[in-house]
């Protein structure tokens, strides 16, 4: 059970790059906040998981990680959505680099496991 939270951990952090690489908007701003939208679940479930293991509360990892599956695949199609609005920050570092920078003052993803850093 929590080696699949952790599966599911490790696709957010894999996936983290290829969201900035999908994103950009007239300003970083814009883009930033859009991909927030798309990360809020992500995270909320992640902040979620962290205070069940450090209560013990099996019955609630469970049932985040049961959901993981879900919540991922929308978060995975929103970021798709993403990269088809804002295809010119694929291909360029400096803008990929300042939507990451905004992206961790708007919405910084939770500490999980120390894996995650902010």
Known sequence: MIIKKSLYLLAVATLSPG???CSKSSPV???AKDLCEC???VFSDMQ???QALKSGDKSAMEKIATAAGDVGEQST???QSLQQRYPEIGDDMK???QVTVRI???C???EIFGAIPH
Do not use: G, V, Y
Request: charged share 15%; proline share 17%; aromatic share 4%.
């Open 19 to 21: 969201i900035l690489s």
């Open 104 to 106: 961790k003052e708007l």
């Open 48 to 50: 979620k998981f962290s």
């Open 108 to 110: 910084p993803p939770p």
């Open 29 to 31: 701003e814009n883009a």
């Open 77 to 79: 199609n929103c970021m």
């Open 95 to 97: 803008l990929q680099t």
């Open 39 to 41: 990360l809020t679940p």
